[in-house]
């Protein structure tokens, strides 16, 4: 590879050793690969000598994935970074994994194109990172999460392959779906070294709304009788009272007043569209006792009613010292009973609990605020965390909606996955990867 | 079993000898379970003894899935044919595998829900094949496949365990997506015995158009302009020439009239979209000179103008005597250019061949009319079928958009898929299916 791609420098290292669940493991070394070939001839040396490799986006996925937790080598994607191809007339984009997503959104949408999935870390975080994680974001209640905009891949397998997977057309079913086999499974089977993305035209008119609600469960009746009313928003957000009030906080007085739940719902589609939806959806807002409703019709407007939905993640950092973030999904109709879940168990532990996130698809981000330097506090937090991932799989749900297992999840992901289904993915990863080379350490596998 | 649930009478296999390829292959008994204890005990017998079992829904596929070619025993699944819930709060239905797919969609339409999916057989293939297969049908364009629309399911694995895959909500990422595995792998490694898909909400509205253009290329541009538009309408169909003229002689006189090509584009939305988006396309069928563009407003109108598109199947059963069925994508903008090359290849071999289907997705699916007692015709049929796969490759397509490969197309499959592929596929197949009972030589697996 040469010294200018590879580095056994501590501080080049360092660099690499963490992602957002701010946990710290040392490589060994990090190398840069330019290209598919390079690629292979690493994950063979891999193979044959029995040494680790992670491959890593930007780092900052929630859950560890591109952490190299058994030491071994840092296999930085983001020197593959270049958008091939976007096609016009078939709405498709070529793409190396290091490409930045929002860069990729921008490119897209100066040819009247859109990339719907957005991870809030799109401005930092790549497409080859979303696709080994599957990302979401708030348009996921509409437009699906990462897994459903792939429609083809190059893969480098662990053993030095070098394949083509999926279609590069709208549909195909000849063989097994590497492709979704893949997307999702955190770096574990291959590395993506170019994926073939399906695009969308652009939506000509976009329209944003806010209301206050006096309590969760109000708010969430009133997002199933929006759905019910055949109107699919392309984002249903939630804050709950204790998201608002730190929001407050952080943002300073007159941005935000106390409620009981904040709702943001954004429409789109053809010009008239978003009109129309958006106007049917203020009447159901306004029906179910909501208040302060505002709308947005200019994307400045749409900025400032997304300011506090967006600012409930920094604001949460500067609450500190520590927290857990979690991400569990429960049917969208159970919620209220999450919320309120959430907030008896704030009560009854001491320790600050916001939620917020994707009500639309019963997508809930909880956090737990504590202070590790107070072991009961610790242990508190511990174990809420567990009484919440139960009540969650009782309620029908999954303890990760869209951030992964990596090391963060991997302890609870016996209670979701049956012994005899781990053992089968076990056996899967060993197809793909008889010497466990790859991303070793994730996933309990 | 018994022998209520169980039978190797001659007349019996017979009815489970073939599927919609016309082929015919005699079981040596075929089984009814009723849930998933006993495909698992079944399973667990073949598995221990080495004998194939063909699981098999309706028996409409189109690429011999259901068929089983090396003997063993058919497990048909019409037994398990339970609509178990449909849950209007969190759009999500849970079924057992033989529901027959219009039913399902007829019992969510009750609730206001939407099954999108909507292969051609719907009337009587059953959601375990179209899951199985990955159906998909004139939607797609717009909602995508089957694949698209399946949360999780449960599964029996070859060797007997009962394993659930996926989620029951909107989203998760917990372990590798086994469920997609499943789907498209043509019941190769495992049998479904639930699955809980994914519903949106009943569109208020739909429009179809139809149009006639002088010839391919224009009614082709034509569809990429739409799109271009940002209009995505819910199907967008077309007929060439030579299925122009077979309609027109099998439905007679009067109901359609001779064109190089026909576009049937539906639209669908809230109250007021479906409209829009109908008028945007009238505008734009005009502008590219379509002729006689018809409008439809009611089902019933809808139904007359969809009669033509629907009649090509049975027009072409009636040509007769033998005609080969394919069925490839192309990217769209590609697709006059693949509709010209089978215009040259039909003049050349003297052959009729007719191409229709989904031109949004570029999934076209193309017949050669022949007689298999003249030699020299089954032979130039077998060239045509030939040099149109590889002129798909050649153009970026796939050789199946929405069959499947079974038999049918496991004789090309190493054209589309690398050694290497197939190969990690026969790993994988292993891994589910040590034994290798299930649906033995199906996929080159």
Chains 1, 2 share one sequence.
């Not at 009313?229 to 709950?240: C, K, T």
């Not at 939620?355 to 981000?365: A, C, K, P, R």
Request: glycine share 12%; with cysteine.
């Amino acid at each position: 590879m040469g010294p200018a791609n590879f580095s056994g420098q501590k501080e080049d290292r360092a660099c690499y050793a963490y992602d957002a669940t701010r946990r710290f493991y040392m490589p060994e070394a990090v190398i840069f690969p330019g290209n598919a070939v390079q690629v292979a001839q690493i994950l063979r040396l891999a193979t044959d000598h029995g040494f680790g490799v992670t491959p890593r986006g930007a780092g900052s996925g929630m859950s560890g994935g591109a952490i190299a937790v058994h030491g071994g080598l840092v296999m930085a994607m983001n020197r593959c970074a270049r958008i091939l191809s976007i096609d016009t007339e078939n709405f498709v984009g070529t793409v190396e994994p290091g490409v930045v997503t929002a860069k990729f959104q921008r490119a897209v949408a100066e040819r009247g194109l859109f990339y719907p999935p957005d991870p809030s870390s799109a401005d930092y975080s790549t497409l080859g990172g979303n696709l080994a994680e599957c990302a979401g974001g708030p348009k996921a209640v509409k437009y699906g999460v990462t897994r459903d905009y792939v429609l083809g891949l190059e893969v480098v397998l662990p053993t030095g392959e070098i394949i083509r997977t999926g279609v590069k057309t709208a549909k195909g079913v000849v063989g097994y779906d590497i492709t979704r086999l893949l997307i999702g499974s955190e770096g574990t089977l291959g590395v993506i070294t170019e994926m073939t993305l399906r695009l969308l035209p652009l939506p000509e008119s976009v329209r944003t709304l806010t209301a206050l609600f006096a309590d969760m469960r109000q708010a969430a009746r009133c997002v199933v009788e929006i759905m019910q009313r055949g109107i699919v928003p392309r984002a249903v957000e939630y804050m709950d009272r204790n998201a608002i009030s730190c929001v407050k906080n952080y943002l300073g007085a007159g941005v935000l007043q106390e409620a009981g739940a904040m709702l943001l719902i954004e429409t789109d589609g053809m010009a008239g569209e978003a009109e129309i939806a958006a106007e049917k959806i203020a009447g159901v807002l306004r029906e179910h006792g909501a208040e302060n409703v505002e709308s947005a019709s200019t994307p400045e407007a749409a900025e400032s009613l997304w300011r506090a939905r967006k600012a409930v993640s920094p604001a949460l950092y500067a609450y500190g010292p520590d927290k857990i973030n979690e991400d569990i999904v429960v049917p969208r109709s159970r919620l209220p009973e999450m919320v309120e879940r959430i907030g008896r168990l704030s009560e009854n532990t001491g320790l600050t609990m916001v939620s917020f996130g994707h009500v639309g698809d019963g997508n809930i981000h909880f956090n737990i605020m504590y202070d590790s330097s107070l072991p009961e506090q610790e242990v508190a937090a511990g174990q809420a965390v567990n009484e919440i991932f139960e009540y969650t799989l009782e309620l029908g749900g999954t303890i990760s909606g869209e951030h992964g297992v990596g090391i963060a999840k991997a302890p609870y992901m016996d209670r979701e996955i049956s012994p005899e289904a781990l053992s089968l993915m076990k056996r899967i990863k060993s197809a793909f990867d008889p010497a466990g080379i790859l991303n070793p350490g994730k996933m309990r596998l």
